[in-house]
């Protein structure tokens, strides 16, 4: 075998594809296919969309999320969650974001949304949850038979803005045993922190449950700082800010102010979000995003897609766009998989599963296959 196979970059497409990736941080409805926006807003009457045409719509839905206006943005959503008000529209997108990530070679997903986005037509959180249960279940038996098998994990997210937190908790306790795997707040974060919700926190600390809080996107240390030390989080979601509490020193040598010690040191992981970060502005470039820093670090770093409509992107695509910005080959991807894993909120039993049974055998094997050509290359 060419012993440089773990290192060549760019990675391949094809491999990048096949190469087994393992997600933490996608949102339910920032991941429909065009196609199906527009079949259910036909069959629910509803005529807000912009377009009916699905690569139209596709490309409206990317320019939205990338204007820089705040409005345009949070209307992509509207759309998406308008559609999705009716059992069997929560029960199709996630059976269509199963298999869609499955056939993109990711083997573990968590994937999260927010009960009370979808109660406009009268479904109780209960219903939803169910029906969202659902369709994962249907998703994932689909992708076991097309030869591409995940497991799913649910994160039940509450609204920054909103005063729920403590409820839509509870229910993530109680679906606990039926695929809900943790807990996640999102939404505006300058000017509502996340010890808002210390009530919601607390009481997931003393069931033992997970959780994650988006910190450290739109807003700097002080939000990464109180989602740890005062909320207790597990992981944070983007955090991609910590690199403000890195100095880089004249001789080159980067120093670690506390915080960012303190992330690095207790291996809290951060769910990045690449493309999602340039297009809202939280980091300036793909080429200067600081996962780069932050992995050269040793941080434990991992890579995930947040929005795949709105980013126009899936796990392959970040990949991809990482293997050509920071040279990193298999080795590098299959890092970011052990990592995410590592990370999950499922039992430790069925992450070593994943990692050992998935991860470690499906990248030697294509680490041969990417050697076999580099030799006839030769
Ligand atoms: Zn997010």
Redesign the pocket.
Known sequence: MVSDAGSYAPVPSDLVRRAPKVLL?D?LDGGLRPETIIDLARTDGYDGLPSTDPEELRTWFVEAASSGSLERYLETFAHTVAVTQTADALRRVAREAAEDLAADGVVYAEVRFAPELHIEKGLDEHQIVEEVLAGFAEGQRLAESAGNPIRIGVLLTAIRTATHSRRIAELAVEYRDQGVVGFDI?GAEAGFPPTRHLDAFEYLRRENAHFTI?AGEAFGLPSIWEALQWCGADRL??GVRIVDDIEIAPDGEPILGRLAAYVRDCRIPLEM?PS?NVQTGAAESIDHHPIGLLRRLGFRVTVNT??RLMSDTSMTHEMELLSEAFGYGLDDLQWFAVNAMKSAFVPFDERLAIINGRIKPEYDSLRAVLAERLTERA
């Open positions: 941080h949102h999102a988006h979601g983007h979000c999602s947040d929005n």
